[in-house]
């Protein structure tokens, strides 16, 4: 695609993903998640982005196999659309958390953003690091897992029907499922993939022009530092409960 194709590829993405976000308002929505009606429909749409932007850049690489090694300048107009629409999907919840929630809640997602959005703006004008972008997506099959069980703890799912509010939790099937996959996911889609990102960078120092390099080692800087945070809490949350509460039962 040309640049200004490109530009409403980009532009015509973030409109569909705010038309989204609106036709989910007028959607039913479970009671107990009617009073954060705001981030039910938040979430509702990233996990849209990621089932879409998951499946399409595994696609990408089945199709075009010889994408991975050339991550500089190999690229389709498969794989450069799917960059283009995550680029508008990030535009959109970059402004949709800015506009509605407050900066101190929502510095670390716009802070994830804003190191996103520099990095496939420079892939989707210039055409280059469209196979390397395409890597970074596949964290967003991790993603549609954490985006169900966020959806499963809004609508007060996460306990097993009946459960007493005052006993210990016990984890819906659906909840527990949903919990071991975002855990695994997280594992192979984002710790493995921005590892195998950072070797790549580094091995291929001498090809990449120094702003490039700069912007590319401190966007997987700071993402890794986010991805060990959320895994940290991710085991508070899920895992370390059960195994405290186990412990007690002996």
């Given at each position: 695609?040309?640049?200004k194709?490109t ?9 569909c ?5 609106t ?5 039913p929505?479970?009671?107990l ?6 981030k039910w429909r938040n979430?509702s749409?990233?996990?849209?982005h ?8 595994v696609?990408?690489?089945y199709?075009q196999p010889?994408m991975?090694?050339?991550l500089?300048?190999?690229q389709?107009l498969l794989?450069?659309?799917?960059v283009a ?7 959109h919840?970059?402004?949709d ?9 929502s510095?670390e997602?716009?802070?994830h953003h804003s ?16 196979g390397?972008?395409?890597v970074?997506?596949?964290?967003e ?12 703890l809004?609508?007060?799912r ?9 006993a210990?939790?016990?984890p ?8 071991a ?6 594992l192979v889609?984002?710790?493995?993939t ?5 070797r790549?960078?580094?091995a291929?120092?001498?090809?990449v022009p120094r ?5 590319g080692?401190v ?11 959320l895994?940290y809490?991710?085991?508070r949350a899920?895992?370390?409960?059960s ?6 039962g002996r």
């Amino acid at each position: 695609m040309d640049l200004k194709s490109t530009l409403l590829v980009v532009g015509g993405s973030a409109c569909c993903f705010k038309l989204l976000n609106t036709v989910i308002r007028f959607l039913p929505t479970p009671e107990l998640a009617r009073n954060k009606s705001w981030k039910w429909r938040n979430i509702s749409t990233s996990l849209a982005h990621s089932s879409l932007t998951g499946a399409w850049a595994v696609v990408c690489f089945y199709i075009q196999p010889h994408m991975v090694e050339d991550l500089i300048s190999s690229q389709s107009l498969l794989s450069h659309s799917l960059v283009a629409v995550s680029t508008g999907y990030f535009i959109h919840d970059f402004l949709d958390v800015a506009l509605n929630q407050s900066f101190k809640r929502s510095r670390e997602v716009l802070l994830h953003h804003s190191l996103v959005l520099s990095c496939f703006s420079l892939s989707v004008t210039s055409r280059l690091y469209v196979g390397y972008a395409v890597v970074s997506l596949l964290v967003e099959i991790n993603s549609v897992f954490l985006h169900i069980r966020q959806l499963l703890l809004l609508s007060g799912r996460r306990n097993m029907p009946g459960t007493d509010v005052k006993a210990p939790p016990r984890p819906s099937v659906t909840y527990s499922v949903t919990s071991a996959l975002s855990l695994g996911t997280l594992l192979v889609f984002r710790v493995c993939t921005l590892a195998w990102m950072t070797r790549w960078l580094a091995a291929h120092t001498e090809r990449v022009p120094r702003y490039a390099l700069t912007m590319g080692t401190v966007g997987l800087s700071l993402i890794s530092i986010m991805n060990v945070v959320l895994f940290y809490r991710l085991l508070r949350a899920d895992v370390l409960p059960s195994t405290h509460n186990t412990s007690n039962g002996r």
